[in-house]
């Protein structure tokens, strides 16, 4: 079957550095993807990845690593703005979106 | 990117009755369109792909004849809960993919059925 792990729930303190991991099992892969949701709110996209490697946009980063099935979002110099569920989803052989359950982040000050 | 608008964002609606939820893909033609549903504290759960012009493939589990969609242009798709009932009520959200690199998401409607 197919599987996306994340943790449930992180809490971190602002200003800080913290790191989402997410792990897959995927028929097929064609990308993975990072998405933030505010509550009551639908996804936004954050970030792309189907190659090997870290990608920096501002104060995110995703890295990917397709051996491994493994991925990670990095959040730097965290807000309390930053507080959110963050989405992991990967795009099956069949270009479809499989969801992982979602981390939520607690940003303390 | 595709700007997606989807409406009501919020909806309170007796049990028995029908509502219909509108995706409008607003400066991109998608002949495709998702339906998701979020139950609080999960994942977003693929309801159905609506195809422009043809039938929605529907999820297993996911009642055809309960959740009717239709797209009928390439703007436009809609989803009506018939008959609903209180365990209908959840988080809905459309997308469009652009491509194969990126989901747009309507705002969300929130369903409470009473």
């Known amino acids: 079957g197919q599987n996306i792990d994340q943790p449930t729930e992180m809490t971190a303190t602002e200003g800080a550095i913290v790191q989402i991991n997410c792990t897959y099992q995927?028929?097929?892969?064609?990308?993975l993807f990072w998405y933030q949701q505010h509550a009551g709110e639908a996804p936004t996209f954050l970030s792309y990845?189907?190659l090997d490697g870290l990608e920096e946009k501002g104060r995110f980063s995703s890295f990917l690593s397709r051996s491994k099935g493994y991925s990670y979002l990095l959040l730097k110099e965290l807000q309390m703005k930053d507080s959110a569920s963050y989405l992991c989803a990967v795009m099956d052989s069949n270009y479809q979106l499989i969801w992982g359950a979602g981390t939520k982040l607690i940003i303390k000050p | 990117g595709a700007v997606v608008s989807q409406h009501p964002s919020r909806v309170i609606c007796k049990s028995g009755t029908s509502v219909k939820i509108e995706c409008r893909s607003l400066d991109f033609q998608a002949t495709t369109m998702f339906w998701y549903r979020q139950f609080p504290k999960q994942s977003l759960m693929l309801m159905a792909t609506s195809n422009e012009g043809s039938k929605a493939t529907y999820e297993q589990g996911v009642e055809k004849d309960k959740f009717l969609i239709n797209h009928a242009s390439l703007t436009l798709s809609t989803l009506t809960v018939t008959s609903a009932h209180p365990e209908d009520s959840s988080f809905y959200i459309c997308s469009v993919m652009t491509g194969n690199t990126e989901a747009f998401f309507g705002q969300g409607t929130r369903l409470t059925v009473v």
């Open positions: 990845n189907v």
């Open positions: 995927t028929s097929g892969f064609n990308g």
